[in-house]
């Protein structure tokens, strides 16, 4: 199995090293050649603006966008969670996303880097015990539609909000598990996007 990490900017180093450890080849993407023969892909966490504006000046936006929407098994963490999601409801100007879930998203919902937190998720169909969760300027699904499952959520100021969803083949995580050493969340994706 060979699973590609969108290597522009963010945490794609600790992708890497958690697929490596779930025993999978992982391939650095940053070019659409790099697309070629994959089993899925990851876009980590980082700067979603950034990341999307990266992509459009290196020509992998579009080659992205297409190989989701063709059914590659995608794992969107934080930032990527943002950019597999079909709107944004306060997107930076000019942000685009690559889409893969319909689902609207709200951009550091959590408030500013100073409020990054820890929180253990009780993560639905993943065993032994909950997910630690680290929220580093983290999103938040705002609404979604039929179709899109929600795996996870947190409760702030009295109400829930889902930090899991997963629609077809595109997983997305408002957290970072590759921060952790836990590879539940990757192995997950692995065996129930990846390999079916």
Request: hydrophobic residues 40%; glycine residues 10%; negative net charge.
């Amino acid at each position: 199995m060979k699973i590609g990490v969108l290597g522009l900017q963010g945490d794609f180093r600790e992708h890497i090293e958690t697929l490596n450890n779930c025993g999978v080849d992982t391939v650095l993407v940053k070019r659409a050649s790099d697309l070629v023969n994959l089993n899925g892909l990851v876009i980590p966490g980082g700067e979603s603006t950034t990341i999307s504006k990266l992509a459009k000046t290196f020509e992998l936006f579009d080659p992205v966008s297409k190989a989701i929407a063709n059914g590659l098994p995608t794992y969107g963490s934080c930032a990527g969670m943002i950019l597999v999601a079909d709107s944004i409801l306060d997107p930076a100007s000019g942000q685009e996303t690559f889409g893969g879930i319909d689902m609207q998203v709200r951009r550091n919902a959590f408030g500013r880097q100073s409020e990054s937190f820890e929180a253990d998720i009780d993560f639905k169909a993943i065993s032994g015990g909950p997910i630690r969760g680290v929220f580093i300027r983290a999103p938040w699904v705002e609404r979604y539609e039929e179709g899109v499952e929600i795996l996870a959520s947190v409760e702030v100021s009295g109400q829930i909000h889902p930090v899991a969803v997963r629609q077809a083949k595109v997983l997305a995580t408002a957290f970072h598990p590759e921060l952790t050493g836990d590879k539940r969340v990757h192995q997950y994706f692995l065996e129930n996007l990846c390999r079916k």
